[in-house]
T-cell receptor
Framework: GESVGLHLPTLSVQEGDNSIINCAYSNSASDYFIWYKQESGKGPQFIIDIRSNMDKRQGQRVTVLLNKTVKHLSLQIAATQPGDSAVYFC???????????FGTGTRLKVLA | EPEVTQTPSHQVTQMGQEVILRCVPISNHLYFYWYRQILGQKVEFLVSFYNNEISEKSEIFDDQFSVERPDGSNFTLKIRSTKLEDSAMYFCATQPGQGVMNTEAFFGQGTRLTVV
């Protein structure tokens, strides 16, 4: 039968606007979270991380928010640029395990 | 900037054939991983490797898969008898020696495996 790839949710934003990408993680025991950016044909590229003892962490133009109560993670990108166009994945890790569990991914399209 | 290097970038193989995917980790990194990504889908964990042994593996990583670090440099993933459903992008990732907790993994550019 025909194989159908997973349909990625897509977020389209105007250049210069702020972007918010959301992620629901699966394991309440997870204590470390990462946002990765993946451009077409390339490997995941680290953007920012956050530990479970924090609610918010800021980087250059990016902010990650963690809500452990509802197992929700978000990535905010300020002043979105064309180079931000990519698929964004959240990933979770639980101490004592040796793997990341990746979320489904969100495609960000920046409109000129 | 140090990076994880994978070869080949693209491998086409016939069903039933063996393939070996190669990865050169970042120098001084001690934790190694293989992940795969079927086209249009999310990245899936296959296996982690530390101190010359498997630390953890997923259900995907069955008896057809194996990993090794034969020369202390390259980290390889072998698929003994490829199936059509093995077609995917395979990513190698590495982490520094301070442990897997609370550190990011660095990913290579991937090897696209196409089984025909």
């Amino acid at each position: 039968g025909e194989s159908v790839g997973l349909h990625l949710p897509t977020l389209s934003v105007q250049e210069g606007d702020n972007s918010i990408i959301n992620c629901a993680y699966s394991n309440s025991a997870s204590d470390y979270f990462i946002w990765y950016k993946q451009e077409s044909g390339k490997g995941p590229q680290f953007i920012i991380d956050i530990r479970s003892n924090m609610d918010k962490r800021q980087g250059q133009r990016v902010t990650v928010l963690l809500n452990k109560t509802v197992k929700h993670l978000s990535l905010q990108i300020a002043a979105t640029q064309p180079g931000d166009s990519a698929v964004y994945f959240c990933a979770e890790n639980t101490s004592g395990t040796y793997k990341y569990i990746f979320g489904t991914g969100t495609r960000l399209k920046v409109l000129a | 900037e140090p990076e994880v290097t994978q070869t080949p970038s693209h491998q086409v193989t016939q069903m039933g054939q063996e393939v070996i995917l190669r990865c050169v980790p970042i120098s001084n990194h001690l934790y190694f991983y293989w992940y795969r990504q079927i086209l249009g889908q999310k990245v899936e964990f296959l296996v982690s490797f530390y101190n010359n042994e498997i630390s953890e593996k997923s259900e995907i990583f069955d008896d057809q898969f194996s990993v090794e670090r034969p020369d202390g440099s390259n980290f390889t993933l072998k698929i003994r008898s490829t199936k059509l459903e093995d077609s995917a992008m395979y990513f190698c990732a590495t982490q520094p020696g301070q442990g897997v907790m609370n550190t990011e993994a660095f990913f290579g550019q991937g090897t696209r495996l196409t089984v025909v």
